[in-house]
């Protein structure tokens, strides 16, 4: 799909948070990216990653963090404003050909020549309109305008499942990029031997788990 916005090899920059999931995803799309000839700017919103995080980070692709948060740390959008431009200057400087968010959020304003695309990982909105039953409200609502904005900014929409892609035109309308590419990740080595047990991990916290 990403070649097809730009067919050579490419400069890719790519954001990222150290904190969840997103993590893990970027690295491994990095790492293919980087095997197939690409190469990536990892561009970081939150909480510094630990050490061991920047070695690995660092072996496959430049890693810079910037001081916007990402918009799940956030209650006013008016904290998101600085991202267009924070994000301007790496991809001026490395010569950018394409724009990959982990969130549609940061794709809200961003003013670039380069293709941009914007995955949807979670959404405030799908979260409550699932669990609750009902729109985000109160401090969590101005999510749905910013996101709205960040699907009608980007070419490309990409949401992990069939499911959350429905839920997504379910919450804003129909959202005219918008594809399904499904999270993959490598496998790990197989154990010499099975134990008899079940292992489970998740936010068990949150209500959605």
Known sequence: MLRALTSRSRRILMTVDAVGGVWRYAL??????????????LAGLGPQPS???????RSIAS?????????????DPSELTALSQELREPIRNHAIDLVHLNAPTQAAGLDVACPVVAVSHSCVLTWFH???????????AWHKDRNRSGFERAHVVVAPSRSHADM???????????????????????????????????RWWDEGK
């Open 28 to 41: 491994d799309l990095t790492r293919t990216l980087v095997r197939d000839g690409d190469s990536v700017v």
């Open 63 to 75: 890693l810079i963090w910037l001081n916007t948060p990402p918009d799940w740390m956030t209650r």
């Open 168 to 202: 997504l035109e379910a919450c804003y309308g129909p959202v005219a990029s918008l594809v399904v590419v499904a999270n993959a990740a490598p496998p790990g080595p197989k154990p010499r031997q099975r134990q008899p047990h079940v292992f489970a991990a998740a």
């Open 130 to 140: 699932a669990v609750k039953g009902g729109p985000a409200e109160g401090e969590w």
């Open 51 to 57: 050490p061991q995080q920047c070695a690995e980070a």
